[in-house]
Each structure stands twice: as C-alpha cells, then as structure tokens.
C-alpha cells in the first residue's frame, strides 16, 4: 500500500513577464534650433518581476541627446545609471510586477534641421513572451513655421544722392524656406525701386531736404506664408565738401619786413567786417548756399601767424565748364596763407554740391583771382589746394599768362594786387585805370572839403591796396605806388607800357 508512486511533487510555476513601453514628446510639432523632450516609460505587467530589461535609445539622424535621465516612479526596480548625455544602452534590474520606469531624454535639434524627427527606443527582456509590442514607437514630429521678425532700419542719403541697400539685412527667417519683400506704402518725398529680395534704390526729391518713410512687407513663404511689416526712415541731408585753400596775398605781403608772413593791419586797426564783403560787390555773385557768412568779435582776437588778414572770396567751377561757377564761400585768410571757415580755423565747408569734381578758384575784392588748372577731387575729407605753390600749374585765359598768373614774391605765389575797380585788370594809366579810383576817393571824400591829393582816407576800403587800412593817392606807402610797379615793370610788360592792363586767369563769364 505504501507505493511510492502514488504521491505527485511540488510544481514551480515559470517566471513570466511582460513588459511594455510607450515613447512620446506630446506634441506633433517641433522648432528648428530649439531643444525637443520626449519620455519613454518601460511597464511590467507581469505577473512575475522582470530580472534584466535593456532600453536602447539613439538620437534621431542629424540631432544629438543632450542629456536624459531615469526614475522608478512605481514598483522597484535597480538603475544601472539615473541620468547621462548621448545615446544610451541601460540596464533594468529585478523590476517588480508593476513596476514603472521613466526615462526623460532632451534632443537639440539643430537650427537648419529640416524633415521629420523620428527615431525608435529598443527594449529587451529575455523572459517577454511578446517582444513585439506594438506601442513601442512614436509617431514622427514635423517642424511648424514660425513667423519671420522684420526690423525697422535708418538710413541717410545726400540730397541729390542715390541710396541703394537691403532692408532685410538685419530682419530674421531662420526657418524660411525664402523671404519674399513688398511695399506696403510710401515713400512721400521721393522715387523707390523696392525689390523681392529687399534690395532697393532710393532718390530724394530734387531739393527736398528732412525725413522720409516707407513701409515694406516681409514674407518667409513658408507653409503657412507669414509675413511681418517694418518702417524704413530715411534721412536726407545736404551734403558738405571739406576744402584747405592756400593763397597770398600781394598787398599784405608789403612791408611785412621780409618772408611770407602777411601784415594785418587791418585786424588791428578793426576794420575787418564781421559780415562777409562780396554780396553786392560788383564782378562777385554768390552761388549755392554761399553769401551772409558772419563771423564773432572772438575769431578776430588771435594775434599769431593765424591771424585774420582778411575775406577772401572762393569759387568751386563745374569739371566740364571751368566758366560755370557752382557753389562759393566768404573765408578767412590767415597771415600764414590758410583760408579757413568762419571759425578762424576749420576747414572751408561747401554745403550742398556733390562729391566729384571741381576747378577752385580763389579771389580778393582788389586783387587779381587766380584758378587751378584741372578739377580737384572733393570730399568730405579736407582737400588742399595750395595757390602759393610755384612748382603747381594754374589755369591761364591767355597763352603768354602762362607762368605768370600771379607775382612772385619770395619764392611763392601771390595774387596780384591793385583791382581797385572790380574789372579784373590791374593798368597803371589809361583808360579805366585803378590809380584814377583812389584818386576819386581822396577827392570826393567827406573829410577833404579842400579836396587834397595828400589826404589820408582811413578804413576798409577797396582803394587800400596795401591793406593797412588807410588809401593814399601821394606821399610814402600810397596806393598808388604798388599799381605801377606790378604793371608797368612786369615781366609780361617787356616795353614797360604804363596803359598795360595786367588781366586775371579767370574764363570768361558765358557771352562775354
């Protein structure tokens, strides 16, 4: 009865788990440039602990995982690792039934990444009696267009000037695929040409002077075509040419006890005008913005080389016709040669007539004027033009003038004195002679009821070719004196003609 074979053995039942994963970001969009963060969450479902589950997870083709990290946040489980940065192999160990593993993984997703983001985690476990579970994936993300960002731009244009830039130089797209650039409205004081890719031409309106504006659309053509609208304020201004002249004056270089440093009796006596001499003189006419230039009591205190002698009178000419006058200034000229502006010290400013360039001239009220030869390059940056240069060519009306466009005095060119009738001739004798002028004025004057040859005219006069600030027809130091000895000894004077009328290297006005 006691047969062994009668009794069973205890069963053990076999270990068996079933594990499955789901991966998502939640969304089904993502940003070029930006960062993108998905879950994988591994589950045990049992009914037995899972004793070695491995997660592999690889980063999507062109993207890099920049960090994730692991929590049990059901069950039990053993984390080979809690967090690390690229692609991962991990290790899940003695996983309770239920137990819930929770991985967070952070994608960069480069700026220029175009295409779907798609990649797929793989899970194994040797005691899984289905491998192939079918929520182990997520579906692919597809990139959303973001719209572009358009920037309001300044620029500055000379009046007269032609501006051409883009407007999409500092606007953004990123995500594209290309911009696209419309006019919404003006400008209102100009003409534009405004292309597709923002590139654009802009011309003020003739003698328009101030601000203005237009307004333009900016498109990324994306999927949907975003746009976003920007103001572009240009500000059209006169344009200002920077000249240095130099020039001597003949009458002021009299009596300066040698050298080439002018006398400037005229700034001591206080005869120099504050406002500029030539508006209304005959033979000067102011163009452009020239004419009115003043000056303060102040500019006339410097008693050292440059120190004021007096105004000058300088001309910019047209490059295709040396006749045709532009633009000019009243300037100062110091004892040492500079002309400056109205400061006493800066450069002479043209204001108004465009970079290119121009024949310069330089003129006195009673002295003869003298022209470069060929244009010169002006800019915003100082040219200078040095007039007193006797190794520089000058420009002359009449072929036997050539060299002698204006005295030499010491070494360096001057510019004749004695134009006391505004003809442009110096003569001695004859005919509208200068002498005859001066000699009026003593006459005439309110102070010589006795009408003396010998009387003395103080003042700022034309008839003071020596600029000391008085006119003299006879006696030591006249005026009258210096007219004939430029004229009549004058190299171009070879009889020694006191009726020869030495002539200013100007062109001619048209029609004369």
């Not at 994988?40 to 690889?58: E, F, K, L, R, Y």
């Not at 997703?109 to 005691?127: C, H, I, K, Q």
């Not at 060929?374 to 190794?391: E, H, K, N, Y």
């Not at 020596?466 to 004939?484: A, E, H, Q, R, S």
Request: hydrophobic share 35%; net charge negative; charged share 15%.
């Amino acid at each position: 009865p006691d047969c062994p074979d009668c009794t069973d053995g205890p069963d053990t039942p076999d270990e068996v788990s079933d594990i499955t994963t789901v991966k998502t970001n939640n969304t089904t969009t993502y940003v070029p440039g930006t960062t993108v963060p998905y879950t994988i969450t591994v589950t045990n479902n049992g009914p037995s602990a899972a004793s070695s589950v491995t997660v592999a997870d690889m980063a999507p083709a062109g993207t890099t995982i920049s960090s994730w990290t692991a929590v049990v946040t059901t069950g039990t489980a053993t984390l080979a690792n809690a967090s690390g940065t690229g692609d991962f192999s991990e290790l899940i160990t003695n996983m309770s039934n239920g137990a819930v593993v929770t991985y967070t993984v952070n994608v960069d997703v480069p700026a220029d990444f175009t295409g779907g983001l798609t990649n797929t985690v793989v899970v194994t476990n040797p005691e899984d009696p289905t491998p192939d579970c079918p929520d182990c994936t997520d579906g692919p993300d597809t990139s959303i267009n973001l719209p572009p960002d358009a920037v309001n731009d300044m620029f500055t244009v000379i009046s007269g000037g032609t501006l051409t830039g883009s407007v999409v130089a500092n606007d953004d797209s990123t995500d594209g695929p290309f911009t696209q650039v419309t006019l919404i409205g003006g400008p209102f004081n100009g003409t534009l040409s405004l292309n597709l890719d923002g590139s654009f031409t802009y011309m003020p309106n003739a003698g328009y002077l101030g601000t203005d504006v237009f307004q333009y659309n900016y498109c990324d053509g994306g999927t949907p075509n975003l746009c976003d609208a920007a103001i572009v304020t240009i500000t059209v201004s006169e344009n200002v040419l920077q000249l240095r002249p130099r020039a001597l004056l003949q009458g002021a270089l009299l009596g300066n006890g040698g050298g080439l440093i002018m006398r400037d009796d005229l700034r001591t006596e206080g005869y120099i005008p504050t406002v500029e001499p030539y508006s209304g003189l005959a033979s000067f006419e102011h163009r452009g913005s020239g004419g009115g230039e003043s000056i303060s009591a102040s500019v006339l205190t410097d008693n050292g080389q440059d120190a004021i002698v007096d105004w000058v009178f300088v001309e910019l000419r047209s490059a295709s016709d040396s006749a045709q006058v532009i633009a000019t200034r009243s300037a100062l000229l110091q004892r040492d040669g500079d002309i400056v502006d109205t400061d006493g010290s800066s450069a002479l400013q043209f204001v108004g007539p465009l970079d290119g360039s121009y024949f310069v001239s330089v003129r006195h009220r009673n002295h003869l004027g003298a022209m470069t030869s060929s244009p010169v390059a002006l800019s915003s940056v100082p040219a200078v033009v040095d007039f007193t240069d006797t190794g520089s060519d000058f420009y002359h009306r009449i072929p036997q003038f050539d060299g002698f466009e204006q005295a030499v005095v010491e070494g360096a060119y001057a510019l004749y004195l004695g134009n006391t009738n505004f003809n442009g001739q110096v003569n001695y004798a004859g005919q509208s002679n200068d002498p005859d002028i001066n000699y009026q004025a003593i006459i005439n004057a309110v102070g010589n009821p006795g009408q003396l040859q010998s009387y003395i005219l103080s003042g700022y006069r034309a008839t003071d070719v020596n600029l000391d600030g008085i006119t003299k027809y006879t006696g030591f130091n006249n005026d009258v004196d210096p007219i004939f000895n430029v004229s009549v000894p004058s190299p171009l004077n070879s009889s020694n003609i006191v009726t020869f009328n030495l002539i200013e290297q100007l062109p001619l006005p048209a029609g004369e």
